[in-house]
C-alpha cells in the first residue's frame, strides 16, 4: 500500500459483494473535521469516480452539518417531561409514531434512498470519530435498524452495500492480527 504524503495509510473493507452490480445511489458518510484533510480529498475523489460511473451521490458531511452526535429525550418527540425513559423503547416507540426528530428522519431517509453506503473517516483512539459514532447512535433507531427478528431477509439493509473507508497514522503492518493494534477487520 502506498504511503500518502502525511504518513497516513488507507485501508477499505467491503461487505457484502462487490462495486459492479446494478446498485446507483451512493451515500458517503464523512466524519472529518478539516476540508483540506486527505479524507475530504478521498471523498471528493470517490464521488467523481462514482458519478463517472452513472451513480447519483449524497454525502452528508457531519461536521458541515453540525452533526448533534449525542443520544437525548429530545430525540423522541413522543416522550413527555415527567416520562421515565428507557432508550431503547423511547427510540422504536419514537420510530413507529414517525416521532423522530428532522435531522435523524432525513439521515434515515438517505439510508433507505442509497444502494452503496461508504463511510469515510480517519482512525482515531483505534475507533472512529465521536461525530460518526453519534451519527449512529441516533440515526440507527430501534425498529430502522435493529429490533427483533433483525437481521430480516427484507430489513432495509439487506440488499445494500456498505464500504468502510479508514485512513490511519500507523504503519500499516502494525494492524496485524498479532500486533496490540489489532486488524481493522476486528477494530471496526
Ligand atoms: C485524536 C486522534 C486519534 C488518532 N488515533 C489513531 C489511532 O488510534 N491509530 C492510528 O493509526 N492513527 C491514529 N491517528 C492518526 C490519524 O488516523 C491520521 O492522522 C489520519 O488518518 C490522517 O488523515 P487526515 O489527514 O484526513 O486527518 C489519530 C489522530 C488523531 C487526531
Not at 422504536?92 to 461508504?118: N, S
Not at 441516533?138 to 456498505?162: H, T
Request: hydrophobic share 40%; aromatic share 12%; glycine share 4%.
Amino acid at each position: 500500500m502506498k504511503k500518502k504524503k502525511n504518513q497516513a495509510n488507507v485501508t477499505n473493507k467491503m461487505t457484502n459483494s462487490s462495486l459492479t452490480s446494478q446498485s446507483k445511489n451512493a451515500l458517503i458518510v464523512l466524519a472529518h473535521p478539516e476540508s483540506h484533510s486527505l479524507n475530504h480529498s478521498l471523498m471528493e475523489a470517490t464521488v467523481k469516480d462514482l458519478k463517472s460511473k452513472g451513480y447519483q451521490v449524497k454525502v452528508s458531511d457531519l461536521y458541515a452539518m453540525n452533526w448533534d452526535a449525542f443520544v437525548k429525550r429530545s430525540d423522541f418527540k413522543n416522550v413527555t417531561e415527567v416520562q421515565a425513559v428507557s432508550m431503547l423503547e423511547a427510540s422504536g416507540r419514537a420510530y413507529t409514531e414517525k416521532a423522530l426528530t428532522e435531522d435523524v428522519m432525513e439521515e434515515q431517509a438517505k439510508i433507505e434512498w442509497a444502494d452503496l453506503i461508504i463511510f469515510q473517516f480517519p482512525l482515531w483512539w483505534y475507533s472512529m470519530p465521536a461525530i460518526l459514532k453519534g451519527w449512529f447512535d441516533r440515526v440507527f433507531s430501534n425498529g430502522f435498524a435493529y429490533g427483533f427478528g433483525f437481521p430480516r431477509d427484507d430489513d432495509i439493509f439487506s440488499k445494500k452495500k456498505a464500504l468502510i473507508m479508514v485512513t490511519i497514522g500507523a504503519e500499516e503492518k502494525r494492524f496485524s492480527r498479532k500486533d496490540a493494534y489489532c486488524s481493522t477487520d476486528v477494530l471496526l
